[in-house]
């Protein structure tokens, strides 16, 4: 099945349990738009290039779409279909004002110069400006896009509006109208999530053991928050291994060895392992921070963690996640547990739309709260129906879009 056809079973399972209206049902396995767009690009030695490029927008009853851009060689329109779906569920089950969206551009960005990538996230912004706007859709970063050409495309925007306009995408560097917290924001909302989750199971912080699998802006961001609250990095991986230390880790060591090395492996005082092994370790916490479909029927049963944090988008099966349930892991679903990113990103848009900017300590109180709230708000649902916490996250979600496509007559 491709990543859409996923999206859609996924709605089809919760839509059965809440018996959802057939009429909306309809309306939501598919999304409202797709825009697909020819890009040509002149590359440095003269010739020109075309990328295909999409831009998908779900539903918009509860606000304007907003979701990442990504550029990699293996984005296709069912993907990005897929995510501007999920990015709908998850706007709902954080309840910020928003509907879902996702762009892509198929190019592999590491073979481009500067330039070329410059002329590329121009291009992309005047093909899909027609559908883009802060009153209709704001894209932000995704898979291999950054705070740099999230600036080059709010200034291709700008330029072709005539006027400066930071408010149609997020993720900008902070001099160009971007959010105090944003770079950390999806760790930081994903511990506020794991902090209630450790409550609810009476679990302290202080020492409880965490592995984390990917060490980039999620997992890194996310090891460096757990340390500093008291928690026990025991083992962290990137794409090349993993590394184990039962007496813990210090996160800004790693980090400073990783870039030194290209890789967290073969660090001091530590036994080398493989990404395999670190999802099965004996920790009180996991954290899937890097790649899809990670836990799977296979290794499901082995997995010995008593929560599971996924920072990661789609890292547990639906095979995987019923094993887990009848396990008794607790599983923070990506669609809650990484929302942070885009609630700091929904601040950003706020801020630049009054054009008064916050300190870093007003955007993580607010992020907490959010945050905070939903666990506890799906923690309830899920010991209501005696159900797992992602088709809790699920129930909540496409209730709250439901219930705005009837009160504006849509159905
Ligand atoms: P990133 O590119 O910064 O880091 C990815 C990390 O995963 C790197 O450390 C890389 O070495 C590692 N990795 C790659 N292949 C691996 C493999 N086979 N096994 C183990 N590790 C591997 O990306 P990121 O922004 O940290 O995103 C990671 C996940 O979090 C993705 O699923 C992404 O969709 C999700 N996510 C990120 C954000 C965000 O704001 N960064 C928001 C929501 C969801």
């Known amino acids: 099945m491709n990543p859409f056809e996923n999206a859609q079973v996924q709605l089809k399972k919760a839509a059965d349990l809440m018996k959802l209206d057939k009429n909306i049902y309809e309306i939501l396995k598919q999304p409202q738009r797709i825009l697909e767009v020819n890009i040509p690009v002149k590359m440095?030695?003269?010739?020109?290039?075309?990328?295909?490029?999409?831009?998908?927008?779900?539903?918009?009853?509860?606000?304007?779409?907003?979701?990442?851009?990504?550029?990699?060689?293996?984005?296709?329109?069912?993907?990005?279909m897929a995510l501007s779906m999920?990015?709908?569920?998850?706007?709902?089950?954080?309840?910020?004002?928003?509907?879902?969206?996702?762009?892509?551009?198929?190019?592999?960005?590491?073979?481009?110069?500067?330039?070329?990538?410059?002329?590329?996230?121009?291009?992309?912004?005047?093909?899909?400006?027609?559908?883009?706007?802060?009153?209709?859709?704001?894209?932000?970063?995704?898979?291999?896009?950054?705070?740099?050409?999230?600036?080059?495309?709010?200034?291709?925007?700008?330029?072709?509006?005539?006027?400066?306009?930071?408010a149609v995408i997020t993720g900008k560097p902070i001099e160009v109208g971007g959010s105090q917290g944003r770079g950390f924001s999806t760790a930081q909302g994903g511990v506020y999530t794991l902090n209630e989750a450790m409550k609810k199971l009476g679990i302290e912080k202080k020492d409880t053991t965490v592995a984390i699998q990917g060490y980039g802006n999620a997992g890194y961001f996310a090891a460096k928050i757990l340390y500093e609250q008291g928690y026990k990095i025991v083992a962290v991986s990137d794409s090349k291994g993993g590394i184990y230390s039962e007496m813990g880790l210090d996160p800004e060591k790693v980090f400073s060895h990783k870039k030194k090395t290209g890789s967290v492996k073969n660090f001091q005082d530590t036994k080398n392992i493989t990404n395999e092994d670190i999802l099965e370790l004996k920790t009180a916490v996991l954290v899937p921070a890097a790649l899809e479909n990670q836990i799977t029927k296979e290794n499901a049963s082995?997995?010995?963690?008593?929560?599971?944090?996924?920072?990661?988008?789609?890292?547990?099966?639906?095979?995987?996640?019923?094993?887990?349930?009848?396990?008794?892991?607790?599983?923070?679903?990506?669609?809650?547990?990484?929302?942070?990113?885009?609630?700091?990103?929904?601040?950003?848009?706020?801020?630049?739309?009054?054009?008064?900017?916050?300190?870093?300590?007003?955007v993580l109180g607010k992020l907490k709260k959010i945050m905070a709230d939903s666990f506890n708000q799906i923690y309830k649902i899920q010991q209501k129906y005696k159900i797992d916490m992602r088709t809790a996250t699920y129930i909540s979600a496409v209730s709250r879009v439901a219930s705005a496509m009837k009160h504006r007559g849509h159905t």
């Open 44 to 80: 440095d030695d003269g010739t020109i290039k075309v990328f295909k490029g999409f831009r998908s927008q779900h539903n918009n009853s509860r606000g304007p779409t907003k979701g990442g851009i990504r550029f990699h060689p293996d984005v296709s329109k069912e993907e990005v």
């Open 86 to 166: 999920w990015m709908t569920w998850k706007c709902a089950a954080v309840n910020i004002p928003y509907g879902g969206g996702k762009g892509g551009v198929i190019v592999n960005s590491h073979e481009l110069s500067e330039k070329e990538l410059e002329k590329l996230s121009r291009n992309y912004i005047e093909a899909i400006k027609p559908i883009i706007g802060p009153s209709k859709d704001i894209p932000a970063p995704d898979v291999y896009t950054n705070p740099k050409i999230m600036a080059w495309m709010m200034d291709e925007f700008s330029r072709l509006e005539g006027f400066h306009n930071p």
């Open 302 to 362: 082995k997995i010995q963690a008593k929560i599971i944090l996924e920072l990661a988008n789609g890292p547990t099966t639906p095979e995987a996640d019923e094993m887990l349930f009848k396990d008794k892991v607790l599983v923070i679903p990506d669609i809650l547990a990484n929302a942070g990113g885009v609630v700091v990103s929904y601040f950003e848009w706020v801020q630049n739309l009054m054009n008064y900017y916050w300190t870093e300590e007003e």
